[in-house]
């Protein structure tokens, strides 16, 4: 099983500030790495797929980046309403797995 | 624009089996992957399951023992069985389309559904 480790847990982020999220893989998962934002009592929603491709509808802040065993989503000029836990989530090879999400707060 | 719905009991008793619904509208289940994802209160996501349009299924190891994923493409449900429950299976259950090919992401999903486990 693929192991997707996310850091850093929580973030406290001012808005327009510029965040950074990685995603580090226990082996390569090419490109086949998604990222999703959770919002609370919401279900996730895609924001990026393989990598660096976003995903219809999504705003242009939010990119991905990276392959192999190293990635990593980047918020452009954080807003408020960006506030929500962010996964990983690798499809290389199954089982399916997810990291274990980090947490974005708005100060 | 396609919509998942999830449905099913809320409470269902130790040791019994869990069973959920996703009913698909704007798509027709006869195509793409469809899966399982549930989440724990508090705690992040994991994959149960998929299922292709070929009665095809993937099971999580950790589940495979006691999981049925099936397809219904006349009512254009899928379905979610777990069996033997206990209270760590209480999570919100989400039913998800895998976008395109079996690699590419979740890019529509239920609104999810809470089951607890307890008696």
């Known amino acids: 099983e693929i192991v997707l480790t996310q850091s850093p847990d929580f973030q406290s982020v001012t808005p327009k500030e510029k965040v950074t999220i990685t995603c580090r893989a226990s082996q390569s998962v090419g490109s086949n790495l998604h990222w999703y934002q959770q919002k609370p009592d919401q279900s996730p929603k895609l924001l990026i797929k393989?990598?660096?491709q976003s995903f219809s509808g999504v705003p242009s802040r939010f990119s991905g980046s990276g392959s192999g065993t190293d990635f990593a989503l980047t918020i452009n000029s954080l807003e408020a309403e960006d506030a929500a836990t962010y996964y990983c989530h690798q499809s290389s090879s199954l089982p399916l797995t997810f990291g274990g999400g980090t947490k974005v707060e708005i100060k | 624009q396609v919509q998942l719905q999830e449905s099913g009991p809320g409470l269902v008793k130790p040791s019994e089996t869990l069973s959920l619904t996703c009913t698909v509208s704007g798509g027709s289940v006869s195509s793409y992957y469809w899966s399982w994802i549930r989440q724990p209160p508090g705690k992040g996501l994991e994959w149960i399951g998929y299922?292709?349009?070929?009665?095809?299924?993937n099971y999580n190891p950790s589940l495979k023992s006691r999981v049925t994923i099936s397809l219904d493409t006349s009512k254009n449900q899928f379905s979610l069985k777990l069996s033997s429950v206990t209270a760590a299976d209480t999570a919100v259950y989400y039913c998800?389309?895998?976008?395109?090919?079996?690699?590419?992401?979740?890019?529509?999903w239920g609104q999810g559904t809470l089951v607890t486990v307890s008696s």
């Open positions: 393989y990598a660096s």
């Open positions: 998800a389309r895998v976008g395109g090919s079996s690699t590419t992401g979740f890019d529509y």
């Open positions: 299922i292709y349009n070929t009665g095809t299924t």
